[in-house]
T-cell receptor
Framework: NAGVTQTPKFQVLKTGQSMTLQCAQD?????MYWYRQDPGMGLRLIYY???????DKGEVPNGYNVSRLNKREFSLRLESAAPSQTSVYFC????????????FGNGTRLTVT | QQQVKQSPQSLIVQKGGISIINCAYE??????FPWYQQFPGKGPALLIA?????SEKKEGRFTISFNKSAKQFSLHIMDSQPGDSATYFC?????????FGPGTSLSVIP
């Protein structure tokens, strides 16, 4: 059982470049989430998808877009990367909303120079 | 604005001691309070969770205490072990969103 799979594991971008972070889950979960983790800031919610076909902004959505491609996949896009977006990005999924355990991937470490 | 506050930022405990991490929240719509444990290079994993209709929940060496009127909850780790050394996050959920605290780095020394 793979659980939540994130690709790539590492990425270096130049300022202004774009990229898409991929996330897929094989647990038939309805809800999916994107977080960024920065030292001293904990995990901050970027966007979430409570169910297939819906997406909503979290705490720090500026500079990001998301697509819930199907029930399994939830991608995060940076259209024009900035150094402030240097972070570790985690994707998570849960059976139904936030009132159930979230399962996390192992993260994507992104550096923007 | 941090909707979930957590303290201390870091904690050093001797093996066999009790580790205590405290959290506070502001939004009374929160109705699910999980704790997650994260090891270096890995994603967080659920440790234990509580709902506001109970004041305490215990699973092995881990206990959550919940004070609804004070809007506070805490994690107690009894008989702390070196293998418990990790970062701990409290979180709160108003159904769809899950909001995390800033984390506590716990080191258990022999």
């Amino acid at each position: 059982n793979a659980g939540v799979t994130q690709t790539p594991k590492f990425q270096v971008l130049k300022t202004g470049q774009s990229m898409t972070l991929q996330c897929a889950q094989d647990m038939n979960h309805n809800s999916m989430y994107w977080y960024r983790q920065d030292p001293g800031m904990g995990l901050r919610l970027i966007y979430y998808s409570a169910s297939e076909g819906t997406t909503d902004k979290g705490e720090v959505p500026n500079g990001y877009n998301v697509s819930r491609l199907n029930k399994r996949e939830f991608s995060l896009r940076l259209e024009s990367a900035a150094p402030s977006q240097t972070s570790v990005y985690f994707c998570a999924s849960g059976p139904q909303g936030g009132n159930s355990p979230l399962h996390f991937g192992n993260g994507t470490r992104l550096t923007v120079t | 604005q941090q909707q979930v506050k957590q303290s201390p930022q870091s904690l050093i405990v001797q093996k066999g001691g009790i580790s205590i991490i405290n959290c506070a929240y502001e939004n009374t719509a929160f109705d699910y309070f999980p704790w997650y444990q994260q090891f270096p290079g890995k994603g967080p994993a659920l440790l234990i969770a509580i709902r506001p209709d109970v004041s305490e929940k215990k699973e092995g060496r881990f206990t959550i205490s919940f004070n609804k009127s004070a809007k506070q909850f805490s994690l107690h780790i009894m008989d702390s072990q070196p293998g418990d050394s990790a970062t701990y996050f409290c979180a709160a959920s108003p159904y769809d969103k899950v909001i995390f605290g800033p984390g506590t780095s716990l080191s258990v020394i022999p």
